[in-house]
């Protein structure tokens, strides 16, 4: 019963974690587009009120006319619209989910003692440590002399990434290290609203209601923040998905991966953001960012394709006895191995239900899944966390039998 209750917790969570996500992510890249498509305002009377840009869209059957101050109106409106609770909302719930399966069943989700024999509470002080950790770099980044300049800042924080990656990929399993990296973009992106982005629009607010005349100060910071968000947004959306594709989390070389697909993320998004501002260069946009972004998908795709199976040995003096006891020691490691999870009624604690609906504990379901089964058990992505402890030996077995042509 306990774990159909997770399972229901986690459907919610999620359900809850996707329409906020939506909500915020939606929210940000539209402000980034206007933001980016601005045009100096034609009508000299609304430069005068202080007015920098403005833009004019149809929608809904209706016209739109936007306008950004430079710093803020003269006269502050009765009502105005502030747009937070979409982040807090994604961040909560986000971490409602992440303690739920990543920190709550740590042993099934988080811990690989193949890659570091960690205990469940060393896991979780360390996965929190580093959300932490990697917003209190971040932030110190931001506000130190690399602020003026835009494309060092850049640098360092790549640099700064990329050594996270490695080193979540040293300590957890492969698609607890996707999560924890997810995690704490995640999170700098959160915190940037909610210590930076948010504190700065209440300054400016309260200064205009005090008769003060606002810092323009505030509004460039949070600017540099919504940029960041921005590009980080493409790389926390595939962490998100990646441990529905072992190939990705699975491979022995898996930081490269997150890398390579997190790089390509923030270069596509690069592209996007550049073509709002096309107006500004006759129409044109490089198309390079977006170029270069799908090569290191295409390469990564490439660099873990599968290897192609060698030449079968078997002889055609293969009895039918000796195959049918091939075929039953395999069905002995996938009982063992497998089927406590892949099964109408699991036996493994924490499991209600057969992920995914695939069922090993038959001869039946064994042969109808062997491409599941394949690249899951040579990714090492299964048995998940290696709960049922299957030996290299099996598993190369296992392997060796579906990639002869399953004999049975």
């Excluded at 992505?381 to 039998?401: S, V, Y």
Aim: hydrophobic residues 50%; charged residues 15%; glycine residues 8%.
């Amino acid at each position: 019963m306990t774990a159909y209750v997770v399972d229901w917790l986690s459907l919610l969570g999620r359900w809850v974690h996707l329409i906020t996500g939506i909500a915020w992510i939606g929210a940000s890249f539209y402000f980034v587009w206007l933001d980016n498509h601005l045009l100096p305002p034609t009508d000299v009377e609304l430069s005068r009120k202080g007015v920098g840009g403005e833009l004019w869209a149809v929608h809904g059957g209706g016209f739109y006319n936007a306008q950004k101050y430079r710093v803020a109106p003269q006269v502050l409106p009765a009502s105005l619209h502030w747009f937070y609770w979409e982040a807090y909302s994604t961040f909560l719930s986000g971490f409602f989910l992440l303690g739920l399966l990543y920190y709550a069943q740590a042993e099934i989700y988080l811990i690989d003692p193949r890659v570091a024999p960690l205990s469940k509470p060393a896991a979780i002080a360390i996965g929190v440590g580093v959300i932490i950790v990697g917003w209190l770099i971040y932030d110190a980044l931001c506000r130190s002399a690399l602020k003026h300049r835009a494309a060092w800042l850049a640098a360092v924080l790549a640099l700064v990434f990329c050594a996270a990656a490695y080193e979540l990929c040293h300590l957890f399993s492969g698609r607890g290290a996707f999560i924890e990296f997810g995690a704490m973009l995640g999170t700098i992106m959160v915190a940037n609203v909610f210590f930076v982005i948010i504190p700065g629009q209440r300054e400016m607010v309260r200064a205009k209601r005090e008769g003060r005349e606002p810092d323009p100060e505030a509004g460039l910071r949070g600017k540099l923040r919504s940029v960041h968000n921005t590009y980080f947004t493409l790389p926390v959306l595939f962490t998100m998905i990646s441990n529905h594709y072992a190939m990705t989390f699975g491979t022995r070389y898996n930081w490269l991966v997150l890398i390579a697909l997190s790089a390509a993320g923030v270069l596509i998004r690069v592209y996007f953001v550049a073509r709002h501002k096309r107006h500004e260069r006759g129409g044109k946009t490089p198309l390079w960012p977006a170029l270069l972004g799908l090569v290191v998908v295409a390469a990564t795709a490439g660099a873990l394709a599968p290897k192609r199976a060698p030449p079968t040995t078997a002889t055609a003096t293969a009895t039918a006895e000796s195959t049918a006891a091939h075929f039953a020691d395999i069905q002995g490691i996938v009982a063992n191995r497998c089927a406590p999870c892949h099964a109408a009624a699991p036996t493994q604690p924490g499991f209600a239900a057969a992920p995914k609906g695939v069922l090993l504990d038959s001869p039946v379901g064994l042969l109808a899944n062997l491409k599941v089964i394949e690249p899951q058990v040579a990714s090492r992505a299964m048995p998940i966390g290696n709960l049922t402890c299957m030996t290299e030996t099996e598993r190369d077995q296992l392997l060796d039998w579906i990639r002869h042509g399953a004999p049975h």
